[in-house]
Structure formats: C-alpha cells, structure tokens
C-alpha cells in the first residue's frame, strides 16, 4: 500500500477534542485515527449507497418463545446465498445470542436485518458493517 501525505486544515477546539479522544483510544498517531474513520466512513457510504458490504447481524432473543428458533431459522435459510456462517450462543437458561456473518448487497443485508428484527420475541437486534475491500 502506498501511503500519501497530506495537509489538513481544522477548527482548534474540534483538533483538541480529536486528540483527547485518540488518546483515550491509545491510537498512536493521528493518522491511524484518520485512516480509521475513512475507513468507516467509506463503509458507511456503501451500506447507504447499495454497494456490497460484509459484516454481522447479532440478536439475542428468549428461545422459550413460540417458535421463534424456527423462524430465525427460516429467514436464514431464504437469505442462504448472502449469509457466510451462523454461531448460535446460549447466554443463559432462557436466551440466545446468534451471530449471523453476511456479505452482499446493502439492500439484501438490509431486508435480512428487517425481517429478523421484526420477528416477535427478538429482545436485541444490532448490526456491524465492516468492508471486505483491500483497497480501503
């Protein structure tokens, strides 16, 4: 990867809470902290513009629930060609946490998001983007 220089111009106050934040992080330039949030915001970006993103779906849900295990089964398997791998967690006596991992379009990921999260019983439904893109 090449890398390229570049100058910045940016407000004093914005700058000093900038670096009180990376600080807090333990990044240990600026530049990896801006490299960072390019790479998210480009991530971003694709999931908004409909290009293709990889990432995971993470729900937790009571599995006593009437055939809610089935049902998070069923949407999975209509979504088979996007959907890379599942990991199915008991947390405890009465919850579950699935992991679904994705690649595919934003649109596909979105309507598979969409229906998991409105099944009944679904008590946590969080998704994380990240970019399979060597590039970025």
Known sequence: MKIKRFGVSIDEELLKKFDEIIKEENYPTRSKALNDLIREYIVK??????????????????????????????????????????????????????????????????????????????KSNFVSIISKKEEI
Not at 61 to 74: G, P, Q, S
Not at 97 to 116: H, T, V, W
Request: hydrophobic share 40%; aromatic share 8%.
């Open 45 to 122: 970006k694709e999931w908004l513009g409909g290009g293709e993103i990889t990432g995971a779906i993470f729900l937790i849900y009571d599995h006593h629930k009437r055939e809610i295990v089935d049902k998070v089964t069923d949407i999975q398997h209509d979504f088979h060609n996007i959907i890379i791998s599942t990991l199915h967690i008991h947390l405890d006596i009465d919850n579950c946490f699935e992991i679904i991992a994705f690649r595919g379009l934003s649109k596909d990921i979105n309507l598979l998001n969409k229906k998991l999260k409105n099944i009944k019983g679904i």
